[in-house]
């Protein structure tokens, strides 16, 4: 079994285990805007989450200027009790990156991943996410400055900006910086998430590591749904160490159960009335979360049994937590004993 380079990324490793016990890759929730925060990230846990997650990402100009420094505070906020994600931060600057990876241990993370990857025209136009991939020297500069915090550095990436063949220098550049993992959505930006994820270049990719940092964790990502299809992957390609899933999670809150049961309606609901207690919790203590962002999640509890549109359709209408309850407690009671004959 590789040996990664840290304690941190180690013990990730070991713990990974089958029903057998015996090794498995690790599996992680994609970092994602607007969705893997605190009230999520809790959520998914509950469902029976994966083994590693990440914070929605965050710019590190902003964790390290005196008055932006507030703006962002729900991103990085983690719930007592909560499992200690990865922070991940974007940015293009040396001093940011290297400034706002010194504040996380102070916060509490044990570890700091950066954004190679993002499409998004504004974090490009900031010279930042894959424009990265355009900027080898600068991504190194950053790699360099997020190490001197202490803590463990992993980057997530994609294969390249505009054409596949990028892959080869660009991943090759990073895997020579000693990064703990290297993160790979197998696209590129211009495909954005239009086209297939490059399944076909696995084997190559972890030869590429093998050849040049062989103790460099590797974890996949892009279209891969569930704990199985992740397993069936690595199976495929030995020397996957982890699957990363994003919108897999956002289809299926059970995404990484390892067994695929069959979930109640009953215990969907109850995930989704978790959800707006965290919300509210999240609301009062930590920052103000905008209702209408929770309307996306309504999809992922409410389907898959007879009235589940009409069901969705009254959630859509509503403008508060409280809303959403009176009509859960109005409707779903009889929608559960039905299900239950
Ligand atoms: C709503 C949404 C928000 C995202 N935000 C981030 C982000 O903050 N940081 C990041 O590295 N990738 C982000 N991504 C990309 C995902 O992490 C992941 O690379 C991509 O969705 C492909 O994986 P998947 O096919 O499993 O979803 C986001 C994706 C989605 C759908």
């Not at 991940?88 to 993370?109: C, D, F, N, V």
Request: aromatic share 8%.
């Amino acid at each position: 079994m590789r040996q990664a380079k840290s304690a941190y990324w180690q013990n990730i490793v070991d713990s990974a285990k089958d029903e057998q016990g015996n090794p498995r890759p690790f599996f992680s929730m994609a970092p994602m805007e607007a969705v893997t925060d605190t009230i999520f990230r809790r959520v998914v846990a509950k469902a029976g989450g994966p083994d590693v997650y990440y914070t929605e990402f965050t710019n590190a100009a902003s964790m390290v200027h005196p008055e932006a420094k507030f703006s962002i505070q729900g991103r990085l906020a983690v719930a007592p009790g909560e499992q200690m994600p990865i922070a991940q931060i974007w940015g293009s600057k040396a001093e940011a990156i290297g400034g706002a990876a010194k504040l996380l241990p102070e916060m509490g993370y044990e570890a700091v991943d950066i954004n190679m990857g993002c499409p998004d025209g504004t974090v490009i136009k900031n010279s930042s996410g894959s424009d990265l991939i355009r900027h080898p020297d600068t991504a190194v500069e950053l790699i360099a400055a997020a190490k001197e915090s202490g803590l463990p550095v992993s980057v997530k990436t994609r294969l390249g900006f505009n054409k596949v063949e990028e892959y080869h220098d660009w991943l090759e550049t990073i895997f020579k910086q000693d990064v703990q993992v290297l993160t790979i959505h197998l696209r590129t930006r211009k495909e954005m998430s239009k086209v297939d994820a490059h399944f076909e270049l696995i084997d190559d990719i972890i030869a590429m590591r093998d050849r040049i940092s062989p103790n460099t964790l590797l974890q996949l990502n892009g279209d891969i749904k569930n704990y199985k299809q992740g397993m069936e992957i690595a199976a495929a390609h030995p020397g996957v160490d982890g699957i990363m899933i994003g919108r897999g999670v956002l289809e299926d809150p059970y995404a990484f159960n390892h067994e695929e049961t069959e979930h109640t309606l009953a215990e969907s609901i109850d995930l989704l009335k978790l959800q707006l207690d965290l919300f509210d919790e999240v609301t009062k203590t930590v920052t103000p979360k905008h209702f209408e962002a929770l309307k996306r999640y309504f999809k992922i509890y409410l389907r898959g049994f007879a009235h589940a549109s009409q069901l969705r359709q009254m959630l859509m209408e509503t403008h508060a937590t409280d809303e959403v309850r009176a009509i859960l407690d109005e409707h779903v009671g009889d929608l559960v004993k039905n299900e239950d004959r």
